[in-house]
């Protein structure tokens, strides 16, 4: 029972910051020629170093708009690419990468069967919960709770996340728009280099 009480609060944290603004994918679609140089004209990046926003979620998609603009969510690729924005504008840039499929990835054998582990089971004597919790056990999120699909997305691309947001959990210089919670935060500090290597390529082959 307490185990169900943790998660749920841990969802209503993540939905209490998620705005529940309704976005049109069609003026989206027409704010985002500029994006498209880096994350592609459909949202599926070709570099992994710029993330696949296709199919991640509305929700989740404008919160880290919102908060890339406000700063909350330092990015410097991103500089000056928002900061005139308005709220409605970034809804409508959100529902239409959010109307995207995403494209596949593929992970690597020899990394399959930890990060199968991590992701399934999570990490008991670390206190690591599983990935399955909030992302589904085949990587397509919880979109009305805010919780990105990840199935498909670059491997190296969610690794350098999880490091940030294991930076995060003691240094501001780390991701930290994860909310008071800090699920991703404390979920990340738990993992060995190695432990997000192979999460993140297992992930990535996720259909």
């Not at 994918?25 to 994350?39: E, I, R």
């Not at 582990?117 to 990587?139: D, I, L, M």
């Amino acid at each position: 029972m307490k185990k169900v009480v943790i998660l749920a609060s841990l969802i209503l944290g993540w939905t209490q910051v998620a705005s529940a603004q309704t976005g049109d994918a069609a003026a989206g679609k027409d704010m985002t020629t500029m994006c498209a140089a880096c994350h592609g004209a459909d949202g599926n990046s070709a570099a992994a170093t710029f993330p696949k926003l296709a199919g991640l979620g509305e929700k989740y998609l404008l919160k880290q708009l919102k908060d890339i603009r406000d700063g909350a969510r330092p990015i410097p690729t991103m500089v000056g690419q928002v900061d005139d924005k308005s709220d409605q504008e970034l809804a409508d840039i959100a529902a239409f990468y959010a109307s995207q499929p995403r494209s596949g990835g593929q992970a690597d054998p020899e990394l399959i069967a930890l990060g199968a582990k991590v992701y399934r089971s999570g990490v008991a004597e670390r206190n690591v919960a599983a990935c399955t919790a909030c992302h589904s056990p085949n990587g397509n999120g919880n979109a009305p709770a805010g919780f990105p699909a990840l199935a498909g997305q670059h491997a190296d691309y969610i690794a350098a996340q999880l490091k940030a947001y294991r930076l995060g959990y003691e240094d501001d210089s780390g991701r930290t728009n994860d909310g008071e919670t800090k699920i991703m935060r404390t979920t990340a500090f738990g993992l060995s280099d190695k432990e997000i290597e192979a999460v993140s390529s297992y992930i990535s082959g996720l259909k």
